[in-house]
């Protein structure tokens, strides 16, 4: 199982509706997680990061970690077309100042 | 504040040949790293420096190699360039946030073609 991951999609929500992308992973000891996003041709760019159960809300965004079940999601609230893009979840590694990533879910919002 | 830079943006090789992509930070992050990045494979890393003066290999280290010039610059060295480095290459630095928790920031990527 990779350390990290998403389902590539692509998904597609219509303008105005909520956008989920989940994220899941291995090591149940995993502490913290980061949400990225990629426009096409672009680089990744931080939209918000979890390091605790529960939920995080930041505007339109809500990152949900539920260790239980080993899980992290990101929700987009009013989606406008200008979400449309990758988004990468991440984990830092426990030794060293690396990062796992995921290949990133493809988003798409329809207007 | 320009954040990450990366020279050149693009960048044509034929096989064999060797280049430099330099790159530069000026949030002055302790820790550097070289990714590429491909089509279903997401983000690799290449190479890492966790401080000015050490450098470590990531998970695809083979035909590169690294320098960390001083505490912003962070460059990666192709010697013999092959078609199977085609590729998009970020350069990224990172802090510590509370608690210890790293976040990166990436520069604007280079992307490679080697024919």
């Known amino acids: 199982q990779k350390e990290v991951e998403q389902n590539s999609g692509p998904l597609s929500v219509p303008e105005g509706a909520i956008a989920s992308l989940n994220c899941t992973y291995s090591?149940?000891?995993?502490?913290?997680f980061f949400w990225y996003r990629q426009y096409s041709g672009k680089s990744p760019e931080l939209i918000m990061f979890i390091y605790s159960n529960g939920d995080k809300e930041d505007g339109r965004f809500t990152a949900q970690l539920n260790k239980a079940s080993q899980y992290v999601s990101l929700l987009i609230r009013d989606s406008q077309p200008s979400d449309s893009a990758t988004y990468l979840c991440?984990?830092?590694?426990?030794?060293?100042?690396?990062?796992?990533f995921g290949t990133g879910t493809s988003l798409t919002v329809i207007p | 504040n320009a954040g990450v830079t990366q020279t050149p943006k693009f960048q044509v090789l034929k096989t064999g040949q060797s280049m430099t992509l330099q790159c530069a930070q000026d949030?002055?992050?302790?820790?550097m790293y070289w990714y590429r990045q491909d089509p279903g494979m997401g983000l690799r890393l290449i190479y890492y420096s966790a401080s000015e003066g050490t450098t470590d290999k990531g998970e695809v280290p083979n035909g590169y190699n690294v320098s960390r010039l001083n505490k912003r610059e962070f460059s990666l060295r192709l010697e013999s360039a092959a078609p199977s480095q085609t590729s998009v290459y970020f350069c990224a630095s990172s802090e510590a946030l509370a608690g210890g928790t790293d976040t990166q920031y990436f520069g604007p990527g280079t992307r490679l073609t080697v024919l």
């Open positions: 991440a984990r830092p590694r426990k030794t060293g100042n690396q990062f796992y």
């Open positions: 949030m002055n992050h302790n820790s």
């Open positions: 090591d149940r000891g995993s502490q913290s």
